[in-house]
T-cell receptor, first 117, second 117 residues
C-alpha cells in the first residue's frame, strides 16, 4: 500500500535561514506522482509542485527547490532564505495507479514550519 | 469568483441539527472531492465524484451525505453529527483525463471549519 512519511512535525527557523522539509514515500508502482502542498493559516491547500516518477531532475522555482531521489524514495523540499510568509503547514502527497481512477492522493501528516523575524 | 470556493467558512452546530456545506469550482474541472482534516491527523479522503458520479465513499458514516448536482457544485449534507466530527472540511477539484488512473493535481478550497457541540 502507498504511504507518505513526513518525520518532521514542527520546524522553527529564523528568517533568511534555509530549511529542508523531508518526505519519504512507499509505493509498489513504477508510475507515480509526487506533490507538495502548502497550507497557510487561511486553511486553503496551495499546490506547489507535481513530479512524475520518471523525472528525477531537481527543480528550482525561485526560493523553492525539490530534490527527488528514487534510490531513497525521497522527495525533499528546500526553502532558501526563508521568509515569515513561508510559515505554514507543508504536505507531501503521492498518487499512484493502485489508488484507482481519479487523482487520489495519499498525504503525509504535514510539517508545521514557523519562520521567525 | 475564481478557483474553488466553499461556504460557509465557519459553522457551529448541535448534534441534532441538519446543515449543508457547499463547494463550487470555477476551473472547468470534472472531478470533485471532500476531505476531512482533523488536528494532528493526515487529510482523510471522504468522497470522490467523477463527472457527477460518486466513485468513492471511503467508509464514511451515513450522517455525512454528499450530493453533486453538476460538475461545478458539490454539497455535503450533515445530520446528527458527533463532537468528534468537528474538523476542517476541504473540497477539491481536478481535471481527470481518462477513465483509468490520472495524476493531476487537485485544487483546494479554503475549507469549512465545523464545530459540533
Amino acid at each position: 500500500a502507498q504511504k507518505v512519511t513526513q518525520a518532521q512535525t514542527e520546524i522553527s527557523v529564523v528568517e533568511k535561514e534555509d530549511v529542508t522539509l523531508d518526505c519519504v514515500y512507499e509505493t509498489r508502482d513504477t508510475t507515480y506522482y509526487l506533490f507538495w502542498y502548502k497550507q497557510p493559516p487561511s486553511g486553503e491547500l496551495v499546490f506547489l509542485i507535481r513530479r512524475n516518477s520518471f523525472d528525477e531532475q531537481n527543480e528550482i522555482s525561485g526560493r523553492y527547490s525539490w530534490n527527488f531521489q528514487k534510490s531513497t524514495s525521497s522527495f525533499n523540499f528546500t526553502i532558501t532564505a526563508s521568509q515569515v510568509v513561508d510559515s505554514a503547514v507543508y504536505f507531501c502527497a503521492l498518487s499512484d495507479s493502485t489508488t484507482g481512477a481519479n487523482s487520489k492522493l495519499t498525504f503525509g501528516k504535514g510539517i508545521t514550519l514557523s519562520v521567525r523575524p | 469568483e475564481t478557483g474553488v470556493t466553499q461556504t460557509p467558512r465557519h459553522l457551529v452546530m448541535g448534534m441534532t441539527n441538519k446543515k449543508s456545506l457547499k463547494c463550487e469550482q470555477h476551473l472547468g474541472h470534472n472531478a470533485m472531492y471532500w476531505y476531512k482534516q482533523s488536528a494532528k491527523k493526515p487529510l482523510e479522503l471522504m468522497f470522490v465524484y467523477n463527472f457527477k458520479e460518486q466513485t468513492e465513499n471511503n467508509s464514511v458514516p451515513s450522517r455525512f451525505s454528499p450530493e453533486c448536482p453538476n460538475s461545478s457544485h458539490l454539497f455535503l449534507h450533515l445530520h446528527t453529527l458527533q463532537p468528534e466530527d468537528s474538523a476542517l472540511y476541504l473540497c477539491a477539484s481536478s481535471q481527470e483525463t481518462s477513465a483509468t488512473s490520472s495524476y493531476n493535481e487537485q485544487f483546494f478550497g479554503p475549507g469549512t471549519r465545523l464545530t459540533v457541540l
